[in-house]
């Protein structure tokens, strides 16, 4: 039921000319708004309501670690938005619910407000982050797929690398509550228009419209089936443990090199871990779709295990900024690559459910990524220990990717 049928587009998608590539063009801006506000924003809503209302580091990650679970409960449900109401209400949803929750946050003034407005940021985010961005991109390509999702997904780097820094500086400027209200105003003048314009009715890629005239399984049935296929369980737990590994060493990562090497150049390896997860995802989409994806995905943890034993064993300041490169070079391709071995193996008619069950369950397990290496540190008075164990999911992970189930085959 889940095997792949052999199709053929009978779209170029290769051509510059094809619609598909506008679309790519507003999921890039959907994803800087997106991972802007709803991910890398996080850290500044942190810092700026600990400073304005004095609540404690606690309280208000609690709100983010709440945001971060509902949310993923959200995403399980994105990939039938998508396919029930079509592509472009779902993204205009996805976008006002961001801009609202941008002007929740900015309004926060009692701890009760802080949730209500991560509740908002929720929807915010299921509605502008991955599974949104994979669904629609589905929609439009097939054969480059995993080029047009690599490129929109640069977005998300891009609201990182240039849309938190402009927001702090406006926040500098015309206070938190205003930069806030402006970041949301934006969003909506750029974003809405363009997507009325440019996101119209998707060609019919997958036989979908065909399929419809049959009576298709639930997705209830698909996601049952799912959970107890051996060629998605391994790619959703191996992804879910990388990610875990992931998200917990990226968050403590100036908290670890701070004493080692320096507040300055601490900063300066994070920055050169995000540019070359940017580097990594645009010379990766150049030819994702013709490698074995299951492979680069276990090359890939094996990477980023090394890179993770030069930073515990080295305290070389080049040294250790070299190994932060390494390790961002894939970083990027981590989200990207669990939607196209799910496209390779499965029914076209399936990925939608079964792109956003793995979004949601990757999410969940990554949440505590940053908590339980926090707790390990203190535990064990150092880094090494959690950073160990990062090291032994990401090659539990290795191994496991590589068992792909019996049942599935690649389409010819």
């Known amino acids: 039921m889940l095997d792949n049928p052999q199709h053929t587009a009978p779209y170029d998608e290769s051509s510059l000319r094809y619609e598909g590539w506008r679309i790519v063009a507003v999921c890039f801006l959907l994803a800087t708004f997106g991972w802007g506000l709803g991910f890398y924003g996080q850290s500044v809503y942190v810092a700026e309501l600990q400073r304005a209302r004095g609540w404690p580091a606690s309280l208000i990650s609690s709100g983010t670690t709440f945001f971060y679970l509902f949310s993923a409960l959200l995403v399980v449900f994105v990939g039938e938005a998508v396919r029930k109401y079509g592509p472009r209400p779902s993204l205009i949803s996805g976008t006002l619910a961001m801009a609202a929750a941008g002007v929740a946050i900015g309004a926060v003034r009692e701890p009760w407000q802080l949730w209500l407005a991560d509740a908002v940021l929720a929807f915010g985010w299921a509605g502008t982050s991955l599974a949104m961005i994979t669904n629609t991109i589905s929609l439009w390509f097939d054969h480059k797929r995993g ?20 927001l702090v500086v406006m926040i500098s400027h015309i206070g938190f509550a205003n930069a806030m209200f402006a970041t949301s105003g934006a969003m909506l003048v750029l974003l809405v228009p363009v997507i009325l314009l440019v996101v119209g009715q998707p060609p019919d890629l997958h036989g979908w419209k065909a399929a419809a ?127 196209l071995i799910v496209q390779q193996e499965f029914d076209s008619a ?26 390990l540190r203190d535990w064990s008075g150092g880094y090494s220990l959690p950073f160990y164990l990062c090291i032994a999911l990401e090659l539990v992970a290795a191994a496991l990717i590589m068992v792909r189930g019996a049942s599935h085959t690649k389409a010819a």
């Open 147 to 166: 080029m047009a999702i690599s490129l929109a997904l640069n977005g998300a780097s891009f609201g990182g690398i240039v849309g938190v820094p402009l």
């Open 213 to 339: 005239k049959t009576k298709p399984q639930s997705s209830t049935e698909i996601r049952k089936q799912a959970l107890r296929d051996v060629g998605f369980l391994t790619v959703t737990i191996a992804f879910a443990l990388v990610l875990f590994a992931q998200v917990g060493f990226i968050v403590h990562l100036i908290s670890f090199l701070d004493p080692v090497i320096g507040r300055e150049r601490a900063a300066v390896a994070v920055a050169v871990l995000t540019a070359m997860a940017v580097v990594g995802r645009v010379l990766f989409s150049m030819v994702i779709d013709r490698l074995n994806q299951r492979l680069a995905s276990a090359l890939s943890f094996l990477s980023q295990a090394a890179a993770l034993c030069v930073v515990i064993v080295m305290d070389n300041d080049y040294v250790l900024i070299a190994a932060c490169a390494v390790f961002g070079f894939s970083v990027g391709n981590l989200i990207t690559l669990p939607s």
């Open 350 to 375: 399936a990925f939608g459910v079964l792109i956003s069950l793995n979004t949601a369950i990757n999410q969940v397990t990554y949440a505590f990524g940053p908590g339980v290496v926090g707790f």
